[in-house]
């Protein structure tokens, strides 16, 4: 494992943190993650966001490169203590806008993986503009986000979100990027309800552990297999792959 980059002026923010901390804990809910993205997952993969490494650990042991990309400094020195013994992981301490100052444009990449980190930025566009230069022929761009502004409330505020997306949102995203989908979906509606309902009905200002205990293990493992047959029009996710294009120069 190798790390670099610059000390970022990024506040250590606790609450969010946490909430890294609780989401780690909740087994069912990585593992169903990581079914959802490894279908789609090359062999040198760039990951945005990679918070305290819940999933780099994972995807290193599937692709041959992985470069951890994390602003954060206190998440930055978790990521850099939890991929130690990986030598096939690299760890910038830099804003993803930020990689074409860090990381050589001869490199190339056949996946970008970023789970729950695009509401977090404010400019998201600017960040697939910066690191699409990487990507090969054909590679895919695989994000997980936050769905539903009707569901926005101040556990919301206190994550830093900028936004939750809905399809039009992804579209938009991706405007003008040469390419197309391969899916576009929204997953995990019960999760959606009891967010909303977390956020406009219960005033919820902290994430609940017992809540996030009896989603993991006894909702999401029956929810995950009814989802596998049903496309339901509204969830607390939108799962998005886009094979990317290079232009031909």
């Given at each position: 494992?190798?790390?670099?980059?610059?000390n970022?002026?990024?506040t250590?923010d606790?609450?969010?943190?946490?909430?890294?901390?609780?989401?780690?804990?909740?087994?069912n809910?990585?593992?169903?993650?990581?079914s959802?993205?490894?279908?789609?997952?090359?062999?040198r993969?760039?990951?945005?966001?990679?918070?305290?490494?819940?999933?780099?650990?994972?995807?290193?042991?599937?692709?041959d490169?992985?470069?951890?990309?994390?602003?954060?400094?206190?998440?930055?020195?978790?990521?850099?203590?939890e991929?130690?013994?990986?030598?096939?992981?690299?760890?910038?301490?830099?804003?993803?806008?930020?990689?074409?100052?860090?990381?050589?444009?001869?490199?190339?990449?056949?996946?970008?993986?970023?789970?729950?980190v695009?509401?977090?930025?404010?400019?998201?566009?600017?960040?697939?503009?910066?690191?699409?230069?990487?990507?090969?022929?054909?590679?895919?761009?695989?994000?997980?986000?936050?769905a539903?502004?009707?569901?926005?409330?101040?556990?919301?505020?206190?994550?830093?979100?900028?936004?939750?997306?809905?399809?039009?949102?992804?579209?938009?995203?991706?405007?003008?990027?040469?390419?197309q989908f391969?899916?576009?979906?929204?997953?995990?509606p019960?999760?959606a309800?009891?967010?909303?309902?977390?956020?406009?009905?219960r005033?919820?200002?902290n994430?609940n552990?017992r809540?996030?205990?009896?989603f993991?293990?006894?909702i999401?493992?029956?929810?995950?297999?009814?989802?596998?047959?049903?496309?339901?029009?509204?969830?607390?996710?939108?799962?998005?792959v886009?094979?990317?294009?290079?232009?031909?120069?």
């Open positions: 494992m190798t790390s670099q980059g610059i970022q002026e990024v250590t606790a609450f969010y943190i946490k909430d890294l901390e609780q989401m780690k804990r909740a087994r809910y990585l593992k169903w993650q990581n959802l993205i490894f279908p789609f997952l090359g062999k993969v760039i990951e945005i966001g990679s918070g305290i490494g819940n999933f780099t650990t994972t995807l290193a042991q599937q692709a490169i992985v470069v951890g990309i994390e602003p954060n400094q206190y998440c930055y020195s978790q990521l850099v203590e991929t130690k013994n990986f030598s096939n992981v690299s760890c910038l301490n830099i804003f993803s806008e930020h990689i074409q100052d860090h990381l050589p444009l001869n490199q190339r990449f056949d996946t970008i993986v970023s789970t729950n695009f509401e977090h930025i404010p400019d998201d566009k600017k960040v697939l503009d910066a690191i699409c230069p990487y990507l090969i022929d054909g590679a895919r761009i695989i994000l997980q986000v936050p539903g502004m009707w569901a926005y409330g101040e556990i919301d505020k206190l994550l830093g979100h900028y936004r939750r997306y809905d399809k039009s949102q992804m579209k938009q995203l991706f405007s003008g990027i040469p390419g391969l899916k576009l979906r929204y997953y995990n019960i999760g309800l009891g967010w909303w309902m977390n956020a406009r009905i005033k919820a200002s994430q552990d809540q996030i205990w009896i993991d293990r006894l999401l493992p029956p929810q995950s297999i009814v989802e596998k047959i049903i496309r339901f029009p509204f969830g607390q996710t939108i799962f998005a886009f094979e990317y294009k290079r232009k031909q120069v």
